[in-house]
């Protein structure tokens, strides 16, 4: 079974940008989404631990 899930204030550019991927890669808006909110996660943690190695 599907699960669904529904997202507020995501900004209209970032939906015709989210449209034109799936078009161009032929994959699931969640499989996007996953990848999207995964490479975000390694950014932000891993320049904290970069940040944190430094000081």
Same mark, same amino acid.
Do not use: H, P, W
């Given at each position: 079974?599907r699960k669904k899930t529904?997202?507020? !204030?995501? $900004?209209?550019? =970032?939906? &015709?940008?989210?449209? $034109?991927?799936? $078009?161009?890669?032929?994959?699931?808006? !969640? =499989?996007?989404?996953? &990848? =999207?909110?995964?490479?975000?996660w390694m950014d932000v943690f891993e320049e904290?631990?970069?940040? &944190?190695?430094?000081?």
């Open positions: 079974m529904s997202f507020r !204030g995501i $900004e209209e550019e =970032a939906l &015709d940008k989210l449209r $034109e991927l799936r $078009e161009v890669e032929q994959r699931f808006v !969640g =499989a996007i989404l996953s &990848d =999207a909110i995964s490479q975000y904290e631990e970069c940040n &944190d190695t430094v000081q």
